[in-house]
């Protein structure tokens, strides 16, 4: 039997214990201390607070989307020999840099996760130190012992944490410190390597159009695109910074991150429009949340971004209160990348890829949502709409670089301005056409 204690930031006593036996079978249970607190809150939708353990499956799916997969972990697998569906193995060598507030740790182990002070706990970076980290992640080179990201964040791409400092300086946590970064720095994919500044473009238009978004700002280092995003489970106030804890719509739901698609899925467990609806339901507003999560679907068919799988969804979870829904990320076209898979990451109605939906598969949808059916199609039409103008008003002013992304909008405007029978007048654009080389077509 192996036991791990598990951890939330600024709680003196861990929150519940996570063990597994001889055969891996892998179980978590709350600590009597989490239940008498005034502060306490579930970890997970799938994990709500109960006395009686939870079982293998649901545990591990929650546990094992904390995760991270980067070169650490391979590390950890390869050194130690272990297999990657050894969750409680895996974790307690790298469960102190789980991302979020959540750490897992020996049970002979301090907790490591603090908050920060801005003015004490960063060791500052100077502009020749960030330029080389930029380019080491860039080259794929290792970083320097003193330079390991303190708080590795789940996902293939070449990232590191950082924490935004008085003076537009940066920095990391001190050795020991367990303070939190305040930033994501992402290097964009060598393939796509205008990345950055498109990932920058659509957050921004998503904004201007009144969503709710991870702020993200575009820039460049040595000649290197870069991505430098504002962590939305963080909270500064003054000199100090919190972690708040979040978690993903795949934890919430207890699915693995393998299921964050629902192609990948089997009915019953996976990711659709049923189980979005009921992450939606457990929300602090749920009428509205639901509303957002439809406009949100209508945006990222307009842009292009049918990669908003389950992982890309989260919850923030606050003491006191039900959970709410994290501002939107990775807004990222990738219909305008050739090669991109086409599939919706969940189904719009009966529909598997954009340009198959109708009007019925939208009101299928907006009904299987929770949105009463007796107002499905009015809210629909409304939110349509509504959506459609604001973004036929702010594409007008497209630079020229972005031209390509205005003609996919202009071809998915058209698709629903007929389905949903809106009667706007849209631009004319040229044609959607991906080529080789992504959607930097100039």
């Given at each position: 039997?192996?036991?791990?204690?598990?951890?939330?930031?600024?709680?003196?006593?861990?929150?519940g214990?996570?063990?597994s036996?001889?055969?891996?079978?892998?179980?978590?249970?709350?600590?009597?201390?989490?239940?008498?607190?005034?502060?306490?809150?579930?970890?997970?939708?799938?994990?709500?607070?109960?006395?009686?353990?939870?079982?293998?499956?649901?545990?591990r799916?929650?546990?094992?989307?904390?995760?991270?997969?980067?070169?650490?972990?391979?590390?950890?697998?390869?050194?130690e020999?272990?297999?990657?569906?050894?969750?409680?193995?895996?974790?307690?060598?790298?469960?102190?840099?789980?991302?979020?507030?959540?750490?897992?740790?020996?049970?002979?182990?301090?907790?490591?996760?603090?908050?920060?002070?801005?003015?004490?706990?960063?060791?500052?970076?100077?502009?020749?130190?960030f330029?080389?980290?930029?380019?080491?992640?860039?080259?794929?080179?290792?970083?320097?012992?003193?330079?390991?990201?303190?708080?590795?964040?789940?996902?293939?791409?070449?990232?590191?944490?950082l924490?935004?400092?008085?003076?537009?300086?940066?920095?990391?946590?001190?050795?020991?410190s367990?303070?939190?970064t305040?930033?994501?720095?992402k290097?964009?994919?060598?393939?796509?390597?205008?990345?950055?500044?498109?990932?920058?473009?659509?957050?921004?238009?998503?904004?201007?159009?009144?969503?709710?978004?991870?702020?993200?700002?575009?820039?460049?280092?040595?000649?290197?695109?870069?991505?430098?995003?504002?962590?939305?489970?963080?909270?500064?106030?003054?000199?100090?910074?919190?972690?708040?804890?979040?978690e993903d719509?795949?934890?919430?739901?207890?699915?693995?991150?393998?299921?964050?698609?629902?192609?990948?899925?089997?009915?019953?467990?996976?990711?659709?429009?049923?189980?979005?609806a009921?992450?939606?339901?457990?929300?602090?507003?749920?009428?509205?949340?639901?509303?957002?999560?439809?406009?949100?679907?209508?945006?990222?068919?307009?842009?292009?971004?049918?990669?908003?799988?389950?992982?890309?969804h989260?919850l923030?979870?606050?003491?006191?209160?039900?959970?709410?829904?994290?501002?939107?990320?990775?807004?990222?076209?990738?219909?305008?990348?050739?090669?991109?898979?086409?599939?919706?990451?969940f189904?719009?109605?009966?529909?598997?890829?954009?340009?198959?939906?109708?009007?019925?598969?939208?009101?299928?949808?907006?009904?299987?949502?929770?949105?009463?059916?007796?107002?499905?199609?009015?809210?629909?039409?409304?939110?349509?709409?509504?959506l459609?103008e604001?973004?036929?008003?702010?594409?007008?002013?497209?630079?020229?670089?972005?031209?390509?992304?205005?003609?996919?909008?202009?071809?998915?405007a058209t698709?629903?301005?007929?389905?949903?029978?809106?009667?706007?007048?849209?631009?004319?654009?040229?044609?959607?056409?991906?080529?080789?080389?992504?959607?930097?077509?100039?």
């Open positions: 039997m192996r036991s791990l204690n598990v951890w939330v930031e600024a709680f003196s006593e861990p929150v214990l996570l063990n036996d001889e055969n891996g079978v892998i179980q978590f249970s709350y600590a009597p201390a989490w239940f008498q607190s005034a502060a306490n809150f579930p970890l997970s939708l799938s994990l709500p607070l109960r006395e009686d353990p939870f079982g293998d499956s649901i545990s799916a929650f546990f094992s989307n904390l995760l991270q997969e980067n070169d650490q972990l391979e590390r950890v697998i390869a050194r020999g272990l297999d990657r569906g050894d969750i409680v193995g895996l974790l307690a060598h790298v469960g102190a840099d789980c991302s979020g507030s959540v750490s897992v740790l020996p049970d002979d182990h301090p907790p490591i996760k603090r908050p920060g002070s801005l003015g004490q706990d960063y060791d500052v970076l100077s502009e020749e130190d330029a080389d980290l930029v380019m080491r992640l860039a080259q794929g080179r290792p970083l320097p012992a003193e330079m390991r990201d303190p708080s590795p964040v789940a996902g293939f791409r070449r990232k590191i944490s924490a935004a400092l008085p003076g537009d300086r940066f920095g990391l946590p001190k050795v020991g367990g303070a939190p305040t930033h994501i720095l290097i964009p994919d060598p393939n796509h390597r205008h990345e950055a500044r498109h990932e920058e473009f659509v957050t921004a238009l998503a904004q201007q159009a009144g969503f709710n978004v991870g702020a993200c700002v575009a820039g460049e280092v040595e000649g290197q695109e870069v991505l430098l995003i504002t962590r939305y489970d963080r909270w500064v106030e003054e000199d100090r910074v919190y972690r708040v804890h979040q719509f795949a934890q919430a739901l207890g699915l693995p991150a393998d299921l964050k698609y629902e192609r990948r899925g089997r009915e019953g467990r996976r990711f659709d429009t049923e189980a979005i009921r992450v939606l339901d457990a929300t602090d507003r749920p009428a509205l949340a639901r509303e957002q999560f439809l406009r949100l679907t209508l945006f990222n068919l307009l842009v292009g971004n049918n990669d908003n799988h389950a992982k890309n989260a923030l979870h606050v003491p006191g209160q039900a959970p709410v829904l994290a501002p939107f990320y990775d807004l990222v076209p990738v219909q305008m990348v050739a090669g991109f898979r086409e599939d919706l990451a189904r719009i109605g009966n529909a598997q890829l954009p340009h198959e939906i109708t009007a019925a598969d939208l009101e299928i949808f907006s009904v299987a949502l929770g949105i009463p059916a007796a107002g499905a199609r009015r809210i629909l039409v409304s939110t349509a709409r509504e459609l604001t973004i036929e008003g702010l594409s007008a002013n497209f630079s020229q670089e972005m031209r390509p992304l205005d003609n996919l909008i202009g071809e998915v698709l629903l301005n007929a389905e949903l029978g809106l009667d706007l007048a849209l631009r004319e654009r040229d044609a959607h056409v991906v080529r080789g080389g992504g959607w930097n077509l100039s």
